[in-house]
């Protein structure tokens, strides 16, 4: 079975540091572009990073770019993102998902693991 | 960066009613649009990619269309399952933005 499963999530206060990992297993990895997209407290969806299967790219959003990080391990099957000097706004559900199926569509996603940035 | 913009931002119906949400781009995505189906606590899940064409396991009264600036997602026989909030995403360049979401009430 495909499936992704986030890790690394709690609360931190404003300016403090965090790692989320992403566990895949079920599929070839190191095929696939990764991706990892946010969801505010009763908002929408935010695209945060997408890194490509051999780390020869990595793309943000300008809300995070230079402040998050994204990388893999291809050996050990995972997806991390490093979140840096958090704000408040940064709370939210972080998702990693991936296109398995279809080119440019995220079919599969994790359950999502939250992020509280609060003094 | 490409702004997606949907509407309506919310939207009233009963089981077995037809509903349209319509979808709009900044820019020509050309069929780089795809539809997700979120429901509270829960992942999205792909609906249509590449604007019309059905995810595996989608039932087949869901159905896409559009491409350059403007699509729909058309939901027909709405059933219980159905009610829950849908966004558009535009896959032709990063930032890869996703509207700001359609959420299906019942009535």
């Known amino acids: 079975e495909v499936q992704l499963v986030e890790s690394g999530g709690g609360l931190v206060k404003p300016g403090g540091s965090l790692r989320l990992s992403c566990a895949a297993s079920g599929f070839t990895f190191s095929s696939y572009t990764m991706t990892w997209v946010r969801q505010a407290p009763g908002k929408g969806l935010e695209w945060v990073s997408s890194i490509s299967s051999v780390s020869s790219y990595r793309h943000y959003a300008d809300s995070v770019n230079g402040r998050f990080t994204i990388s893999r391990d291809n050996a050990r099957n995972s997806l991390f993102l490093q979140l840096n000097s958090l704000r408040a706004e940064d709370t939210a559900v972080y998702f990693c998902a991936f296109e398995l199926e279809h080119d440019d569509a995220f079919d599969i996603w994790g359950q999502g693991t939250m992020v509280t940035v609060s003094s | 960066d490409i702004q997606m913009t949907q509407s309506p931002s919310s939207l009233s119906a009963s089981v077995g009613d037809r509903v349209t949400i319509t979808c709009r781009a900044s820019q020509s995505i050309s069929t780089y649009l795809n539809w997700y189906q979120q429901k509270p606590g829960r992942a999205p899940k792909l609906l249509i990619y590449a604007a019309s064409h059905l995810h595996s396991g989608v039932p087949s009264r869901l159905s896409g269309s559009g491409s350059g600036t403007d699509f729909t997602l058309t939901i027909n026989s709405l059933q219980p399952e159905d009610f829950a909030t849908y966004y558009c995403?535009?896959?032709?360049?990063?930032?890869?933005?996703f509207g700001q979401g359609t959420k299906l009430e019942i009535k």
């Open positions: 995403q535009q896959s032709y360049r990063t930032p890869y933005t």
